[in-house]
């Protein structure tokens, strides 16, 4: 590989990084797009507790992995509610009861 195509290559990994990052930040910056995410996830992988994490709720997240794992997988029912209930909040009542109130279950 030539020096040339070597600091072409450079240089455009270098942009899709940036690009990539910035577009993860728009993402997570927006309580609507978490608001989507978390309850995507919620339905998905409810029983991984992924929707809990992505809200910033550690804690919460681990229990949830816990308790389905000791209920082989019946609690994990728990997840898929509450994407459904994050997808039809609004996304002012999203943000005010999950993001800037904490309210962790339900």
Known sequence: MS???KQSF???A???ANEFKEN???LTANGE???VIAGIMAI???PL???KFILGYTKEGIIQMVITFLTCGAAGIIGFIEGIIYLTKSDEEFY???QVGKRPWF
């Open 96 to 98: 005010n009861t999950y």
């Open 33 to 35: 797009n978490k608001k």
């Open 3 to 5: 020096e040339e195509n």
């Open 49 to 51: 507790g992924i929707h």
């Open 24 to 26: 993860w930040n728009d």
């Open 14 to 16: 270098k942009q899709t």
């Open 44 to 46: 998905l992988f409810g």
């Open 10 to 12: 450079e240089k455009e």
